[in-house]
């Protein structure tokens, strides 16, 4: 139940299958602060985005992201797939990221899904005008 450490003996303390190893702290507990990280590094990044903090042709590196925030590079990965799948940013396999330019095929995508929600709304108005609670969505 010893491990060495730098040279000298560390006793080893039991940990229960709900610990993480590492740490000796409850796997919930571990959970809860991962997604904590993640959230972070998410909500950075998108706010540098949306803030035209980021150039739009220069690559970023996950390790560079993950030093500013201090923290390891697994939730800035996490983050980075995110935004990744919602089209903010593309990733760079072995370089990194950098911000999605926005191609004809989104545009047409955009330009749809607007179409139809506006078309719903509209729709659903009309349906309504004529009840008493549809002349205040008129």
């Known amino acids: 139940n010893c491990e060495c450490m730098g040279g000298k003996m560390l006793k080893r303390q039991p940990i229960s299958k709900n610990q993480n190893p590492d740490l000796g ?11 904590f990280l993640q959230e972070q590094a998410y909500q950075y990044l998108r706010g540098k985005i949306l803030n035209d903090e980021l150039e739009p042709e220069q690559v970023y ?28 940013i593309d990733i760079i396999p072995s370089r990194g990221f950098r911000l999605h330019q926005m191609t004809e095929e989104d545009l047409v995508s955009t ?10 709304c509209a729709l659903s108005i009309m349906e309504r005008r004529d009840r008493p609670d ?4 008129l």
């Open 25 to 35: 702290i409850a796997k919930a507990e571990w959970r809860k602060l991962c997604q």
């Open 61 to 88: 590196s996950e390790s560079q992201v993950a030093r500013e925030l201090n923290c390891s590079r697994t939730p800035v990965k996490d983050a980075l797939t995110r935004l990744s799948h919602a089209k903010y």
């Open 111 to 120: 330009f749809q899904t607007r179409v139809a929600v506006e078309s719903f």
């Open 134 to 137: 549809g002349q205040d969505a």
